[in-house]
């Protein structure tokens, strides 16, 4: 029993680790690929990934330079090199999405981000803010969709 027990856990680790994305990092909330690239190349890669697709940014934030500019008032200091997110939306796909559960809105725009740390000059890393939002299984669907393209732009921008 107790081997069987084992057997089925590690079975089940297995398809997990084959299921989900193919990032080094997977968090419920979102996920990140380290690079073996600095981040103006990590952001240029992600950038071309994008519009390779067709698809357009609507905005880049720059999330470092308002962590330095603050850092003063805040008593901190950014521990980025380099540090964007972008905001983008794929139509076939939101349409989808937000037909399936209207509530699925809160998932559109996209969010890809890269950064570098000051700690790791040359690693940069790429992300995602994960479409997790509805329970309802024709959403759930979507959602994985929408979570496919994602970790392809991840992988292109990554090479």
Do not use: W
Request: hydrophobic content about 40%; glycine content about 6%.
């Amino acid at each position: 029993m107790r081997k069987s027990f084992h057997s089925l856990l590690a079975g089940v680790a297995v398809l997990a680790c084959l299921s989900g994305p193919a990032v080094s990092e997977q968090y419920p909330g979102y996920a990140v690929q380290q690079t073996n690239s600095d981040f103006d190349t990590a952001l240029f890669g992600l950038e071309n990934a994008i519009v390779n697709r067709g698809l357009v940014i609507d905005h880049i934030g720059h999330v470092g330079k308002m962590l330095e500019r603050t850092s003063k008032a805040t008593s901190g200091s950014s521990p980025y090199t380099g540090a964007r997110y972008l905001n983008f939306c794929s139509a076939k796909l939101s349409q989808t999405a937000m037909q399936a559960d209207p509530d699925n809105l809160a998932v559109c725009p996209y969010v890809m981000f890269v950064y570098e740390l000051k700690s790791e000059p040359g690693k940069a890393r790429i992300g995602y803010r994960r479409p997790i939002a509805s329970t309802k299984p024709a959403a759930q669907k979507a959602l994985a969709d929408i979570e496919q393209l994602l970790d392809a732009i991840i992988k292109e921008a990554s090479q």
